[in-house]
């Protein structure tokens, strides 16, 4: 009986933890992809490499299986939203990408 109970509270606990896992894995490749398509807008920005800021931005989010929400652009620094449906709950993630802030200076 023993034996029964813990086996059961196994596989309990793993049913409940599994998602959570597959939620954080999830939120963490979005972060990923709302870094890539933030450092992609602001080198296009900065001219290191050619093309429309936004459009690389939304290319690169596609590749990472997402979708580019927001682009906004200010001087250098680009500023990006991509979001995801990962177990049925929209998760959108910001990054921001540009040139390193002037000493004294806050972004």
């Known amino acids: 009986m023993l034996g029964l109970a813990v ?3 196994v ?12 939620a954080f894995a999830g939120r963490q490749a979005v972060s990923g992809a ?14 290191v490499v050619s093309g429309y800021p936004c ?3 939304q290319v690169i989010a596609e590749m990472n299986s997402t979708r580019l929400v927001s682009c906004e652009l200010d ?3 680009a500023t990006v939203a991509v979001s995801q449906t990962i177990l049925g709950i929209e998760v959108v ?10 000493q004294g200076q806050i972004r």
């Open 34 to 47: 709302a870094d890539a398509a933030a450092l992609a807008a602001a080198d296009t920005r900065s001219g």
């Open 11 to 22: 596989v309990g606990l793993t049913i409940v933890v599994l998602p959570l896992y597959a």
């Open 55 to 57: 459009e690389l931005a």
């Open 75 to 77: 001087g250098l620094v």
């Open 7 to 9: 086996v059961t509270a």
């Open 93 to 102: 993630v910001f990054a921001t990408a540009g040139p390193p802030a002037s």
